[in-house]
């Protein structure tokens, strides 16, 4: 097919092309100015989030304690950590939380060696 029955061709079905070449150092521009924008835009949220973490962090840390929270963390403490009976007929003990899971383990490893 020459190259007037394919200019014919084409403007019988309405088919066109670009007719110039793309300008590629303005592709290019356009390119970099796009990444550095993302980056400096990358930077700045990173920047922000760590400032707002601190300060956040920094306000949990300074804010006043909780007087009935503080009484709530000592009574469990004393719960968690002592000796009491709780039925003496049926034998029930109040361990510490720690010499439980000792004595669980005591238990479960004279278990396995038999």
Known sequence: MSHDEQRHHQELHGVDYERRDVDVKTTALV???IVV???VFLIFVQEYFTSVKEDTLLQVAYA???PKLRDLRASEAQIFSSY???DPVK???QIPVDRAMEL???EAYSASQK
């Open 37 to 39: 924008v993302i980056g």
């Open 31 to 33: 390119g970099i100015v």
């Open 104 to 106: 669980l383990v005591n």
């Open 84 to 86: 009491k009976i709780i």
């Open 91 to 93: 034998g029930v003990y």
């Open 64 to 66: 006043p304690e909780n």
